[in-house]
């Protein structure tokens, strides 16, 4: 079994950072959190991810590994008799979920972030009609991966599931900020009972920040842009 120290940086709002800290607790792991101030970054997070200088950022005995998919399988292989078992062991299944992963982050948060910065209703409807498309897809890949068992990784939780759960307040908050309801329970029964599961689990509970506080912090962010973007277009034409 892997020892040593374990210190997280990230920020609270930050999806990728939620998905490390739920594998952790998966994992039955102690860890030290810094939270990070995103506009003034500590020295530790420039010297630790100088690449891309974002969080999450784990240090595993003073040594730095960056990108949350990355991160959570490397917590589950140093850990890999801890908790419970991330990433399937056959290694088909293993690839799959590495799949479906990149699908999750190269096209459902491309669709939610075109839909969420809209500045028109064109560009808006085209950005949730992509959104609904992926779900679509998701809700088909929930029923290839689980074979009618409750989650991604079956009976438990596996590594697609914190892939996926690590999303879930900002995928709640959908509706409130891009005006599409991701979690239907009609037209995608087996994704929204599937939300229900992962967001009831301890990890999940103690993770993911409450969703109105996520459609706020959101909606400070689109308007802080906003002027910004106002304010550079006057000082253009001047």
């Not at 709002?13 to 490390?20: D, E």
């Not at 607790?25 to 030290?32: E, F, G, M, N, P």
């Not at 560009?123 to 068992?149: F, H, I, W, Y």
């Not at 509970?205 to 277009?233: H, I, N, S, T, Y």
Request: hydrophobic content about 45%.
């Amino acid at each position: 079994m892997a020892g040593g120290e374990l210190k997280l940086l990230g920020t609270w709002a930050s999806v990728w950072a939620c998905r490390v800290r739920i594998a952790l607790h998966l994992k039955d792991l102690r860890y030290d959190y810094v939270e990070e101030d995103l506009e003034n970054k500590s020295d530790i997070l420039l010297v630790s991810n100088p690449v891309h200088k974002k969080v999450p950022v784990l240090i595993h005995d003073g040594k730095p590994i960056s990108e949350s998919a990355v991160i959570v399988q490397y917590i589950d292989e140093a850990f890999a008799t801890n908790g419970t078992c991330l990433l399937p062991s056959d290694l088909h299944e293993r690839a799959v979920a590495r799949f479906w992963t990149a699908y999750i982050d190269d096209k459902l948060v491309a669709a939610w972030v075109k839909a969420f910065k809209a500045k028109t209703e064109e560009e808006k409807l085209e950005g949730t009609k992509q959104m609904l498309v992926v779900v679509e897809t998701l809700e088909g890949a929930l029923r290839e991966c689980s074979k009618g068992k409750p989650f991604f990784g079956g009976n438990r939780v596996g590594y697609l599931d914190v892939m996926l759960g690590g999303l879930l307040s900002w995928l709640h908050g959908a509706e409130a900020l891009c005006g599409v309801e991701f979690f239907d329970a009609a037209k995608t029964p087996l994704l929204s009972a599937w939300a229900e599961r992962f967001g009831a689990l301890d990890a999940a509970k103690v993770v993911l920040p409450d969703v109105g506080k996520v459609v706020e912090f959101a909606k400070m962010k689109r308007a802080q842009q906003d002027a910004a973007e106002a304010a550079a277009a006057a000082a253009a034409k001047n």
